[in-house]
């Protein structure tokens, strides 16, 4: 056998004992949502809220802030 | 804007680890499923409740040391934003539970713990509230934060180790532990408590700022 063929045979035995390793534990995850790659549109909707959550109180900081200073003068 | 870095700080550390919390990969261990990814979400919310009524009990006793009112005003304001990070983990716990043991609610040492605790708290607050007397409502409640500091150590450190919990982690559950061996969990868990920290830090700020404001606002007028 060549260099490529047992290259080739090793990435394939390597790939089937993860697998087999996933399958001994056989603990059910939402492996299809992450491999339809779903979970990056749950990710993304997650961001926007706290990050629309972050901007709301920078801009309640930023009043406070202002008010600071209009009872300081 | 320069003393403003820990805000940054915090929704950085948060955001990382909303994201990154969905994203790696995480041990497969049987009961919890995909659901062992609350650890970022639920746990911290309880971690970061706790680090706060830490700081509301530091300020208490230096209240009761100095007798400034604004030491009794930090430790009110950090009770109030622990007390509103323990509700969310008790609603965030009460889903999971209803998808995991099929009940919002069990009779479960854990549980109650947090419940006892959670209810000391709003004791606290109820507390505060009955007194007219300023001093005299900073002098009683101080002193009671602190019992409720060790109602908070008690149940929800220490008993829940002594007895058998279906929670996990409790009583050979599976959960993130060092038994479980995994440390990629750590790189997201410990993160995700410090910013949650922070920005529940960064809320007491504004309303501690809002309660100079109006103290300022009172004395002007007198």
């Known amino acids: 056998m060549n260099f490529k063929g047992t290259a080739i045979l090793a990435l394939i035995l390597s790939l ?58 | 804007m320069a003393k403003n870095w820990w805000k940054a700080v915090a929704v950085i550390l948060v955001l990382f680890a909303l994201i990154g919390g969905l994203l790696i990969d995480v041990p497969r261990l049987p009961i919890l499923n995909e659901t062992i990814r609350n650890l970022f979400y639920h746990v911290t919310m309880w971690f970061a409740m ?39 983990g008790i609603a965030t716990g009460s889903i999971w539970a209803k998808f995991t043991w099929g009940a919002y609610w069990i009779n479960d040492p854990k549980l109650n713990g947090a419940a006892v605790t959670i209810l000391a708290y709003f004791a606290y607050m109820i507390l505060r509230n009955s007194f007219d007397d300023e001093e005299k409502r900073a002098k009683i409640s101080a002193v009671y934060n602190i019992f409720a500091y060790v109602l908070l150590i008690v149940f929800l450190m220490i008993l829940p180790r002594m007895t058998d919990s279906l929670h996990p982690g409790n009583g050979g559950n599976p959960a993130f532990s060092q038994y479980d061996l995994d440390n990629t969990m750590r790189i997201i868990f410990y993160p995700a408590i410090i910013g949650w920290t922070l920005i529940g830090v960064w809320l007491g700020e504004l309303k501690l700022r809002l309660h100079k404001l109006r103290i300022k606002k009172l004395e002007d007028e007198l």
């Open chain 2, 50 to 88: 706790m680090i706060l009524m830490t700081a509301s009990v530091v300020y208490s006793i230096k209240y009761l040391r100095s007798g400034k009112e604004l030491d009794d005003a930090k430790a009110k304001i950090a009770a109030e934003i622990g007390l509103f990070l323990g509700v969310l």
């Open chain 1, 16 to 73: 089937f004992s993860a697998v087999s390793v996933r399958a001994q534990q056989g603990v059910e995850m939402a492996d299809t949502m992450r491999s339809e790659g779903k979970i990056y549109i749950v990710v993304a909707v997650i961001a926007i809220i706290f990050i629309g959550i972050v901007i709301y109180m920078i801009s309640l900081d930023r009043k406070l802030s202002k008010l600071e200073k209009e009872l300081r003068d």
